[in-house]
């Protein structure tokens, strides 16, 4: 393994590791935040701890804990699920970045496995890159763009974005026993309208005609299988060239 996890050094230890490699990584994933019936609230979280450890098997970069708390506006009616404001996630995320800065750190790098997360993120990447000039640089990786198409060309279901047929087939090859395929099922009924006028939308848990519980699942779960997440996962793991060149580079 070409780098470390920072929470299992000793203060003296993460000394030295700011010293040596001077780059870190923060893996952005919801601790909780609905994923269906059929997926745990950790799912988010789960996603970043496994692209992570890929990340630290690899290259030579400090990784720190799993972010769980984010800007997840289109879940909180569902129980269980937490978003913070927007300038709060933001503010968050600053407070941790000026830290290791001062411990030193010239690189870090967001791993992002949200939807809702990347607009702030983008204009916090933009303010902490002014801010941190000539001291550090910030950038912004998300799970959603790595090997997008070579994967969408693969999946079965005509649509599909939250707990679908890769998201529960990513987490079947992390952990099948975390995921209960008898509660899997198919929901198209959130997708996004079309239009010129962009009015973003949350996921009902509650359909507005019927009163019923919804599924809290954009697409087609059922096809989901471990088989198609270690797929996946090879896919997204072939795109992340890119993280050497960022460490690489002024």
């Not at 000793?10 to 780059?23: I, L, S, V």
């Not at 607009?119 to 002014?130: H, W």
């Not at 779960?221 to 996962?233: C, I, P, V, Y």
Request: proline content about 5%; aromatic content about 8%; glycine content about 8%.
């Amino acid at each position: 393994m070409k780098g470390l996890f920072l929470e299992e050094l000793t203060w003296k230890e993460a000394k030295q590791a700011f010293e040596d490699y001077g780059a870190i990584a923060i893996p952005i994933g919801a601790v909780l935040k609905e994923h269906g019936p059929h997926l745990p609230l950790k799912t988010d979280s789960m996603l970043a701890t496994h692209w992570a450890a890929e990340v630290a098997r690899r290259f030579p970069i400090i990784v720190a804990p799993v972010v769980g708390w984010g800007y997840y506006p289109a879940f909180i009616d569902f129980a269980g699920s937490v978003s913070l404001d927007a300038r709060t996630f933001m503010d968050l995320l600053t407070d941790i970045c000026r830290s290791f800065v001062r411990n030193g750190i010239r690189k870090i790098l967001w791993m992002n496995t949200g939807v809702s997360t990347t607009p702030p993120l983008l204009l916090l990447t933009r303010e902490l890159n002014q801010a941190f000039s000539g001291t550090a640089s910030v950038g912004l990786m998300n799970l959603v763009d790595l090997g997008r198409e070579e994967i969408d060309g693969q999946l079965l279901q005509p649509s599909g974005s939250h707990a679908d047929e890769l998201e529960t087939s990513l987490i079947l090859a992390i952990d099948e026993s975390a995921v209960d395929m008898s509660k899997a099922t198919r929901d198209f009924g959130h997708g996004k309208k079309g239009g010129p006028i962009q009015r973003p939308s949350k996921m009902q848990a509650r359909d507005e005609r019927s009163g019923q519980e919804t599924s809290g699942i954009f697409g087609d779960a059922t096809l989901a299988s471990k088989e198609k997440g270690d797929q996946f996962w090879e896919i997204i793991f072939n795109q992340l060239d890119p993280i050497q060149d960022f460490l690489s580079s002024e």
